[in-house]
């Protein structure tokens, strides 16, 4: 194959003007001859990022600002540790990067240590529990009719008791907390 300059040089605009727009640079898509194609419908979800991370990125942020992070920490470290799941005698927030298995094993614990909380109000609960029963029933192997009525339930569960929180943030912003 022959080097050729220019078009290299080409090649990096293309990339850096795509990258200004938020773009990756592929112009033309490897399914733009196939009639009908649509690719979101063959490729999975990646679980880990989709479900997991989200849970520990926003969910669990939320409820360790509320619960109040060594709060959390302490109590979290003070859990009867269990075989198979893994116990956090130090808390969490002196962690870097966290794996799958121990997102999901938070999981399992944020609802009985933010319970009873002061700041913790009962909508705040009943978001967690309905964005975990959600994490949950989407990592079946198959859904039916009545899965997906179970998702839709958690679902609206999570946008109608979500209210808990923003009161909450406000309210933490309002005494200057």
Same mark, same amino acid.
């Given at each position: 194959?022959?080097?050729?300059?220019?078009?290299?040089?080409?090649?990096?605009?293309?990339?850096?003007?795509?990258?200004?727009?938020?773009?990756?640079?592929?112009?033309?898509?490897?399914?733009?001859?196939?009639?009908?194609?649509?690719?979101?419908?063959?490729?999975?979800?990646?679980?880990?990022?989709?479900?997991?991370?989200?849970?520990?990125?926003?969910?669990?942020?939320?409820?360790?600002?509320?619960?109040?992070?060594?709060?959390?920490?302490?109590?979290?470290?003070?859990?009867?540790?269990?075989?198979?799941?893994?116990?956090?005698?130090?808390? =969490?927030?002196? #962690?870097?990067? &966290?794996?799958?298995? !121990?997102?999901? +094993?938070? *999981?399992?614990?944020?609802?009985?240590?933010?319970?009873?909380?002061?700041?913790?109000?009962?909508?705040?609960?009943?978001?967690?529990?309905? =964005?975990?029963? #959600?994490?949950? &029933?989407?990592?079946? !192997?198959?859904? +039916?009719? *009545?899965?997906?009525?179970?998702?839709?339930?958690?679902?609206?569960?999570?946008?109608?008791?979500?209210?808990?929180?923003?009161?909450?943030?406000?309210?933490?912003?309002?005494?200057?907390?």
């Amino acid at each position: 194959m022959i080097y050729d300059e220019d078009e290299a040089d080409s090649i990096v605009a293309c990339l850096a003007a795509a990258g200004e727009c938020g773009l990756n640079g592929v112009l033309e898509p490897w399914w733009e001859d196939h009639i009908d194609f649509q690719p979101w419908q063959t490729i999975t979800p990646d679980i880990l990022h989709g479900l997991h991370r989200f849970f520990c990125d926003h969910p669990l942020k939320w409820v360790r600002k509320l619960v109040g992070h060594a709060e959390y920490d302490r109590q979290l470290s003070a859990l009867q540790p269990l075989i198979g799941v893994r116990h956090f005698p130090d808390g =969490i927030s002196h #962690l870097k990067q &966290i794996t799958g298995k !121990e997102d999901r +094993d938070l *999981q399992r614990t944020v609802v009985a240590i933010s319970a009873g909380a002061p700041k913790m109000t009962g909508n705040c609960l009943r978001a967690t529990c309905a =964005i975990l029963d #959600l994490i949950y &029933i989407l990592q079946y !192997e198959s859904h +039916d009719d *009545q899965t997906f009525a179970y998702i839709d339930e958690f679902h609206s569960g999570f946008h109608t008791h979500k209210i808990g929180f923003l009161e909450a943030s406000v309210q933490t912003m309002k005494n200057g907390e």
